[in-house]
């Protein structure tokens, strides 16, 4: 009885210890995706590495691109399983200047996921529970908050490095969708590294062809390192006040969008509306539009 009584208190006490290392561990992870937060000064690196196009003699590499930024990383939402982060691209000294970029939320085995397909449509996956134990999904969204990409990953905190790696379809970036139609899919391998001097986004994608039944072809493959120096946040004071004064507005774009994911179900999108894309109509809105103007908009690009 005694022997039975000792397995049982040494259970519960590895139970209990298992329970305090997992929320410690947890407890690091916040600490690293809030470490993204503040003002910083970026380098944007992309390179074509390889092509593997049929018609080699017509097929044109994209040109290796380096560009330069300051942004500000505002942290949103704060909670216990749900981390928000809304990226400011400053292109000037004024309010005026500010350009609402990407957002990225982390949710803490999160179960609901919308992978890319193609043209503008998401499809949605349940996850089992204990496929995403201890994991953190990075959702990233547009410039209006409509769906990018996610995906689910642990972090990891070993040896002096802390860093987060997955890999996700997605469409085709700013910089290419405007310059390119020769494929559809952006299958990317993120690495987001946290560094004494900042944080690292590192990329290594492959560029896809993707039919209507699901099937790919590779059509080439680029290397990414966007390198985010952290700065005196007194150098985002633009983006700072530009928040203060349209963060609300956003709470509700977001608060739309929330709704429309909540349905778990596939998603299409249409490129545009009246000839104009669903950031154009945002950008145009007063601060002070209300929660009906904002859900007629995105109502609008919903394919039924």
């Known amino acids: 009885?005694?022997?039975?009584?000792?397995?049982?208190?040494?259970?519960?006490?590895l139970v209990g210890m298992s329970a305090k290392s997992q929320d410690s561990k947890k407890q690091q992870d916040i600490k690293s995706i809030k470490s993204m937060c503040g003002c910083y000064?970026?380098?944007?690196?992309?390179?074509?590495?390889?092509?593997?196009?049929?018609?080699?003699?017509?097929?044109?590499?994209?040109?290796?691109?380096?560009?330069?930024?300051?942004?500000?990383?505002?942290?949103?939402?704060?909670?216990?399983?749900?981390?928000?982060?809304?990226?400011?691209?400053?292109?000037?000294?004024?309010?005026?200047?500010?350009?609402?970029?990407?957002?990225?939320?982390?949710?803490?085995?999160?179960?609901?996921?919308?992978?890319?397909?193609?043209?503008?449509?998401?499809?949605?996956?349940k996850l089992a529970a204990k496929d995403v134990k201890g994991q953190?999904?990075?959702?990233?969204?547009?410039?209006?908050?409509?769906?990018?990409?996610?995906?689910?990953?642990?972090?990891?905190?070993?040896?002096?490095?802390?860093y987060?790696?997955?890999?996700?379809?997605?469409?085709?970036?700013?910089?290419e969708y405007t310059k390119r139609d020769d494929y559809n899919v952006l299958k990317r391998r993120n690495i987001h590294e946290i560094t004494k001097y900042g944080w690292l986004h590192e990329q290594?994608?492959?560029?896809?062809?993707?039919?209507?039944?699901?099937?790919?072809?590779?059509?080439?493959?680029?290397?990414?390192?966007?390198?985010?120096t952290k700065v005196d946040d007194s150098k985002c004071k633009a983006a700072q006040d530009y928040w203060k004064k349209n963060g609300e507005l956003w709470k509700k774009v977001r608060a739309k969008w929330a709704k429309v994911y909540a349905a778990n179900k596939d998603l299409t999108l249409l490129k545009k509306v009246d000839g104009k894309n669903i950031y154009d109509f945002f950008f145009d809105l007063k601060p002070t539009a209300t929660q009906e103007e904002v859900d007629n908009i995105i109502d609008s690009f919903i394919v039924k």
């Open 204 to 228: 290594d994608n492959d560029k896809l062809v993707r039919d209507e039944k699901g099937n790919d072809v590779l059509l080439a493959q680029e290397k990414g390192l966007d390198v985010y």
């Open 41 to 125: 000064e970026i380098k944007f690196n992309f390179a074509e590495t390889f092509s593997y196009s049929k018609d080699t003699a017509k097929y044109k590499p994209s040109a290796t691109k380096h560009d330069y930024g300051l942004e500000w990383v505002e942290l949103v939402e704060d909670q216990p399983n749900k981390l928000v982060l809304q990226h400011l691209l400053i292109i000037g000294k004024t309010e005026d200047d500010i350009v609402k970029h990407w957002r990225q939320d982390w949710l803490y085995e999160n179960t609901d996921q919308y992978s890319f397909f193609k043209d503008k449509t998401w499809k949605y996956k």
């Open 164 to 175: 987060w790696k997955n890999t996700a379809d997605a469409p085709l970036p700013r910089r």
């Open 136 to 162: 953190w999904t990075q959702k990233v969204y547009q410039v209006d908050d409509s769906p990018r990409y996610d995906g689910s990953a642990s972090w990891v905190h070993v040896d002096g490095s802390d």
């Open 1 to 13: 009885m005694k022997i039975k009584t000792l397995l049982f208190s040494a259970s519960v006490m």
